[in-house]
Structures are given as structure tokens and as C-alpha cells.
């Protein structure tokens, strides 16, 4: 869904670095989610924000932090990464219709931590 | 918090064959259970959902039927064919009022010709 984009598509960085991923959609939709995928855990919540004063932790949020500079955008930090940070990053985005609140996925970021 | 268990982790079928995906989950509050197909690459894309209120959604060869009582649900695809083969994500919706998902491991789904 090319309404979801996400920076950089892959990066490899190494231990100790601060490294940033971007997140902008122009859906206008008011919640957007981070999420980490890794072979044989699925997809796991990281950091979730309802709007831009709204920021939540989810499962997995130790070692990473977000900011929400605008409706349209959302970004994830890693402050000092790791290499067990290796992972294929989801950022996704909804708004709730009725009972029934579909998430849309950007193209995901590849990061390979050294 | 809501647990989601999905089986199995692969699976493979021969092309025209049906393919059944199972899920379970810990929160009988739960009430959104949407279905995700992720091909090789790409990113996870919504196929099939069904609220809490419904036993049974079909759409052309993708089927989900949901038992409450013993908490799952379940993918069905019949006429299977090639580009069915992903990995199908099942998730079911967190009831602490903030409609986040609780993802399941996936499936990976083979079809052989």
C-alpha cells in the first residue's frame, strides 16, 4: 500500500549506534503502530500511538523509543542497538471503523545491527 | 493480556487441495479477528476478517469460521493454487479498550504444483 512508506527500506548499522526509522502516511489515519518481525514470532507491537499527544508502549518497547512529530508521521529510535535488534520492522496505521479496525502496513525496514 | 496461538507453523498442500489454518486465543473478550497474508518480500496484507458477532465469513475461496465458546478461529482456502503460498498471520484484538492486535507466529503455506 504505497499510502504507507517507511526509511530507510535497509540499513546496517553497529552496536552502540543511534539509529532512527521513519514512518509517514497519507491516509489520514490517526493511529499508527510499530511492530518487530522475527522468523517464528510473528509480528510483535513495539510502540503504538492513537494521536499525536498519544504515544503507548506495547510487548517489546524496552530499548526503543518513538515520536510522533505530526499525524502523518511516526518514527522509531534506537538509542544505543543492539545486534539482537536485528529484525525486519513494521510500521502500520489505522482508524477505527464501526467494530472493525483494518491496519495497513507499510513496506517494512530491514535492519541489520553489527 | 491476550494470548494468540496459531498451527501450524508450515504447511503443505498440493495445488487444488484446502489448506486449514487454526488459531486459539486466551481473551473471550476479544471480539475483531483478522487474517494477514504476507508474501515473500512484502509486507502483511489484510485478506479476511470477522468480528466476534459472526460464526462464518467467506470470500470466493477464503473462509473464517470462529467458535467462542472454545475460543478459535480458523482459515480455510480451498482450490488452492500457487500464489496462495505466504505466510498467513491470524490475530485477534486486545480488549483492554485500545484495539491493539495480538499477532499469532504465522504459517507458512506451500503450495506445490
Known amino acids: 500500500d504505497a499510502d504507507v512508506t517507511q526509511t530507510p527500506r535497509n540499513r546496517i548499522t553497529k552496536t552502540g549506534k543511534r539509529i532512527m526509522l521513519e514512518c509517514s502516511q497519507t491516509?489520514?489515519?490517526?493511529?499508527m503502530y510499530w511492530y518487530r518481525q522475527d522468523p517464528g514470532l510473528g509480528l510483535r507491537l513495539i510502540y503504538y500511538?492513537?494521536?499525536?499527544?498519544?504515544?503507548n508502549k506495547g510487548e517489546i518497547s524496552d530499548g526503543y523509543s518513538v515520536s510522533r512529530q505530526a499525524q502523518a508521521k511516526f518514527s522509531l529510535s534506537l538509542e544505543s542497538a543492539i545486534p539482537n535488534q536485528t529484525a525486519l520492522y513494521f510500521c502500520?496505521?489505522?482508524?477505527?471503523?464501526?467494530?472493525?479496525?483494518?491496519?495497513?502496513f507499510g513496506p517494512g525496514t530491514r535492519l541489520l545491527v553489527l | 493480556g491476550e494470548n494468540v496461538e496459531q498451527h501450524p507453523s508450515t504447511l503443505s498442500v498440493q495445488e487444488g487441495d484446502s489448506a486449514v489454518i487454526k488459531c486459539t486465543y486466551s481473551d473471550s473478550a476479544s471480539n475483531y479477528f483478522p487474517w494477514y497474508k504476507q508474501e515473500l518480500g512484502k509486507r502483511p496484507q489484510l485478506i479476511i476478517d470477522i468480528r466476534s458477532n459472526v460464526g462464518e465469513k467467506k470470500d470466493q475461496r477464503i473462509a473464517v469460521t470462529l467458535n467462542k465458546t472454545a475460543k478459535h478461529f480458523s482459515l480455510h482456502i480451498t482450490e488452492t493454487q500457487p500464489e496462495d503460498s505466504a505466510v498467513y498471520f491470524c490475530?485477534?484484538?486486545?480488549?483492554?479498550?485500545?484495539?491493539?492486535?495480538?499477532f499469532g507466529t504465522g504459517t507458512r503455506l506451500k503450495v506445490l504444483a
Open positions: 490475530a485477534a484484538s486486545d480488549t483492554s479498550g485500545t484495539y491493539k492486535y495480538i
Open positions: 502500520a496505521t489505522s482508524e477505527r471503523s464501526g467494530r472493525r479496525e483494518t491496519q495497513y
Open positions: 491516509k489520514g489515519h490517526d493511529r
Open positions: 500511538s492513537f494521536d499525536v499527544k498519544d504515544i
